[in-house]
């Protein structure tokens, strides 16, 4: 049977198995998941960061569902990678060689619609760290990442009517934020 699903806190393999029985059972998994939204090396690069953050999570306390804490984590660095890259186009128009001339470029890159754009990643935020952390990560992959259900159920090993429960409280959630 499955160490990463049954396992007691007591009863842990050591880390390094811990960590590797996890790669060798999700790895291809979550470089999919990552492969959706971003380019080859980017997702090896996110998976690296991932196994990072494990890591420091089983050196602390080993998940007790490791598959959904995976897949929670993936789910949030995908969040955070594009948070920095909203702030990075920001400090870029402090400098003028981000401008090359053109009106159509300076109208994209207008700061207040950058404002306005963070400021309603910060109500998103929010509003998804008031819903369980499966519902939103339910939710990302489903909206952001354009998952099924059927997919997310498996990934996160419940029922897609489960999935569904999931993505409706967080939309509820964000209906109420008036996102």
């Not at 049977?1 to 059972?25: I, K």
């Not at 509003?127 to 489903?142: D, G, I, M, P, W």
């Not at 099924?148 to 498996?154: K, L, M, R, V, W």
Request: with cysteine.
């Amino acid at each position: 049977m499955n160490n990463l699903a049954t396992a007691a806190p007591a009863a842990q393999p050591p880390r390094n198995d811990y960590v590797a029985e996890s790669y060798t059972t999700y790895h291809r998994q979550l470089r999919a998941f990552f492969q959706r939204t971003v380019g080859d090396t980017e997702a090896d690069d996110l998976l690296q960061e991932l196994y990072i953050r494990l890591i420091r999570q089983v050196d602390r306390a080993p998940p007790t569902n490791c598959k959904g804490f995976l897949f929670s984590a993936a789910a949030n660095l995908l969040r955070d990678r594009w948070r920095r890259r909203a702030v990075r186009r920001l400090d870029q128009m402090d400098s003028l060689d981000a401008f090359d001339g053109s009106f159509k470029d300076a109208e994209e890159h207008d700061p207040s619609l950058w404002a306005e754009q963070i400021e309603q990643a910060e109500i998103f935020d929010r509003a998804l760290a008031r819903v369980s952390e499966k519902a939103a990560s339910a939710f990302l992959c489903h909206r952001v990442e354009g998952c099924s259900y059927a997919d997310i159920a498996g990934r996160m090993g419940v029922s897609v009517s489960m999935v569904e429960k999931y993505v409706s409280s967080a939309l509820a959630e964000l209906r109420e934020s008036r996102l």
